[in-house]
């Protein structure tokens, strides 16, 4: 009996092993210095799934948000954190006028809002990022390892992001040399 528990136990953490490094796979996490900013571009390639479609189709408010964190490694220490921003995009789909309403808020401010038909643009909309402004590089220290550490989750929590985990993270690591 104790070895049948200890075996499940084996399996089970093998398997949650595996979901988070699909997790971290399907995250695409680029940092870059772009003048005096670091820049932040990013993808949540498997996120779209069929159960997200039909959430979305449904009439309900469909929410991603990414917690974005640019943290310093300080050896045998723990990492400092630089910079931190949170990302929400929803989508409000209008099944009358068959019309999704995409609204982009960056640390609590609407940034964005856009109407469209296309689903392509949705999909765009909720996984993707491109040069996203994430600090200035007068916060950074010349010469030093830094990491990009993003979290994404969905809401309704009914829906996973990958029909199989309800967070998902990543993170890239950089140098930053002025």
């Known amino acids: 009996m104790t070895r049948r528990l200890g075996i499940f136990c084996v399996v089970a953490a093998l398997a949650a092993g595996g979901a988070v490094l699909r997790a971290a796979e399907s995250l695409r996490i680029v940092p870059t210095v772009g ?46 954190t630089v910079a931190t921003s949170e990302v929400s995009v ?11 309403t995409l609204t ?41 390892d830094y990491y990009v550490r993003i979290r994404a989750r969905s809401k309704p929590h009914g829906t996973s992001l990958l029909g199989w985990a309800s967070t998902i993270s990543g993170e890239a690591r950089f140098t930053f040399v002025p």
């Open 35 to 80: 003048g005096d900013r670091v820049l932040v571009s990013f993808e949540l390639s498997d996120a779209f799934t069929d159960e997200i479609r039909e959430t979305i189709s449904s009439g309900l408010r469909t929410t991603f948000t990414y917690d974005v964190e640019l943290r310093m490694v300080v050896p045998a220490w723990v990492d400092r």
């Open 90 to 100: 929803s989508d409000e789909y209008d099944n009358l006028t068959r019309r999704h």
């Open 104 to 144: 982009r808020i960056v640390d609590g401010r609407v940034e964005d809002t856009v109407v469209t038909e296309d689903e392509a643009a949705v999909k765009a909309w909720l996984t993707s990022f491109t040069r996203m402004p994430l600090c200035r590089t007068a916060k950074l220290d010349a010469s030093r």
